[in-house]
Structures are given as C-alpha cells and as structure tokens.
C-alpha cells in the first residue's frame, strides 16, 4: 500500500466523557491520523491529483503554497512522493514544530510577518501568488480560493461521516480556516437531510462572524489575529460556502487552548488548538439544545505540533491563559 492510499477513511469516535448531558453525544473524526498528522492531507492529495490529469507535472514542477503549516506539509510530503519541489509561504507566528517539519520534508520557506494586511504586498498570501506568477512551470495550490478545497471534503470527508453515522446526526461543528472542510461537508450532510444543522465556528476578531451576522467585513481596528493555527481569515475565502451554513459562533483562543489540554488530560488524545475549539464549540451546542442531540465534528491535526506553545505552561502563563 502506498503512503497516500493512508489519505483519509480515519475513524470517528464517540467522546462519552466530554457529554454535558446524558441525551447529548459527542462523535470527533481523528483526521490527526492522516500521513502528515492533519486533514490537509485530503485536499492536496485531491487538487494535486485532478491538476496532474490537466497539466504536465515533471521534475522540475514547483508546488507553492500560502499556509499557517498543515497544508504545507500536505504539499511537501507529496512533492517528496512524486519528485516535484515545493515553496511554501507562512506567516511568522506558525509553531517552531510546524516549520521544521516543512524543511524537513524538503520544502523552501519563505516567512512573512504575521501583521501584515491582506493588501500588503508582504502577506504571505500575496507573495506566495507572486512568487507562483514569477516561476515557471508551477501550480499554485491556492486553499483558500481553490474550490476543489470544499470538493476534497464533499467527496471524501462527508460521505466517511455519513456512513459512520449511518446517518444519526443532527448538527456537525467545526472551525473556518480556509473555509473548505464545514463547506463540503457542510453541503453533502445538507443533500443527505436538510435537517442537520451545520455550524461554523470563528475566532474572536476574524472576518466570517460579521459577514454572515451583518453582511459586512469588520473595520481594521476590529480584525485581531488568532492564535490558534489555522482559524479563522483576514479575508474572504472563496472556499467558504456562507449558502450551508446556518450559524456561526465566536470563540476565544483561551476557549480553544484550555479544551485542547483539557482533551489530552482527560481523554488522552494530543491534539491541536482547532480541536480544541471544535471540541468546545460542540460542548456549547450540546448543553444549550434540547435533546437527544448527535453531534459530530473534527479533530483536524496532532497535538504534537504544538508542545512549544499551548501544551507548554510556561507559553500559557506568558500569554495571560
């Protein structure tokens, strides 16, 4: 079996002692065990595929990504796979362990200041566009525009949950990054049963909460980083699909960080600061409906890569959490 037939098909489990209620269920999807120990391994494993059937990919082809660290890794450990190169653009608030995964599997990093607004020529979107325009013969993988991102999710990740639910659920949770996992499988769950309730979750000082609240992008002076890698946008993603979604919550990065370890502690699964924020925005629903409730959301990547941050007390200390 070759390493990418391991891409996807992970198991969901039930989190019986996380429940806020006897009537409440807890189903996490554990896509930490995907090869690079995220489920960013689904959407490039699919884009680079369906780009291979359309373009001429040789030796000599340079992937390039703009990423907080999951999608890069996806996109060098295929590059290493296949024999293509791979550069990869991230923002400096990215983990020490993230990065050095990504030069590890051979990928040359480009790193941009975290600050830098989205119509700054230094956002590491935006150079990673330019460096893409400027190289020949490379394929831009584009996450947040590229809308086989949400098609990755709608034909994989959906149909796994579906079947492993054999259909018993009625909200799934879970955090917009570059939007693409709650929009696919946000729109294949809503075809299988109009019913199910599809929420988003977005930190404190991300755009999606006040555009699909208020129709609106908020002022500058209300937008704020997350800490949490991997949430929330400074921008519209194509890939978020606002017409499958019925509500979006806000939520901390203390919200996220304290679920996170509160998971490692009780269940004993390490996991990344999005699962924590999943995993707390599924508790909040579960004590807030009326049940009996099924709710299923994502466990998106490994704990592991985040020991030097919210596993470390020290960091937590430092940060006021």
């Not at 990065?99 to 230094?122: F, K, N, T, W, Y």
């Not at 937008?223 to 949430?231: F, N, Q």
């Not at 004590?287 to 960091?315: C, M």
Request: aromatic share 8%; glycine share 8%; hydrophobic share 40%.
């Amino acid at each position: 079996m070759a390493l990418l037939d391991n891409v996807g098909n992970t198991p969901l489990i039930e989190l019986s002692r996380l429940s806020p209620k006897a009537d409440v269920s807890i189903w996490a999807k554990c896509e930490f065990l995907n090869p690079t120990g995220s489920i960013k391994d689904r959407i490039v494993n699919y884009i680079i595929a369906q780009a291979e059937q359309k373009l001429h990919f040789n030796s000599d082809t340079t992937l390039i990504e703009s990423t907080s660290g999951n999608t890069g890794a996806s996109v060098a450990m295929i590059a290493a796979i296949k024999g293509y190169k791979s550069i990869l653009v991230i923002p400096d608030r990215v983990s020490q362990e993230k990065q050095a995964v990504l030069r590890a599997l051979g990928a040359e990093l480009h790193i941009m200041p975290s600050h830098a607004l989205i119509d700054s020529s230094e956002h590491y979107v935006n150079v990673a566009k330019a460096i893409h325009q400027s190289l020949p013969n490379s394929f831009y993988i584009d996450q947040y525009h590229n809308l086989q991102n949400p098609q990755a999710h709608y034909c994989t990740t959906g149909p796994e949950i579906w079947k492993q639910t054999q259909g018993q659920i009625d909200v799934f949770i879970c955090v917009a990054g570059s939007g693409g996992t709650i929009s696919g499988v946000g729109r294949y769950l809503k075809e299988k049963n109009p019913a199910i309730q599809v929420i988003a979750l977005d930190p404190i000082g991300s755009v999606y909460y006040s555009y699909f609240k208020k129709g609106v992008l908020p002022q500058a002076q209300e937008m704020a980083e997350s800490m949490v890698e991997g949430a929330g946008e400074d921008h519209l993603a194509r890939s978020m699909d606002f017409s499958v979604i019925d509500d979006i919550i806000q939520f901390k990065d203390r919200d996220a960080f304290l679920m996170a370890r509160a998971l490692a502690k009780q269940v004993g699964i390490l996991a990344g600061g999005t699962s924590g924020a999943n995993i707390w925005g599924a508790l909040k629903i579960g004590a807030e409906k009326k049940g009996p409730l099924r709710i299923v959301t994502i466990l998106p990547d490994h704990g592991i890569k985040y020991l030097s941050k919210f596993y470390n007390d020290q960091w937590m200390q430092t940060k006021g959490f």
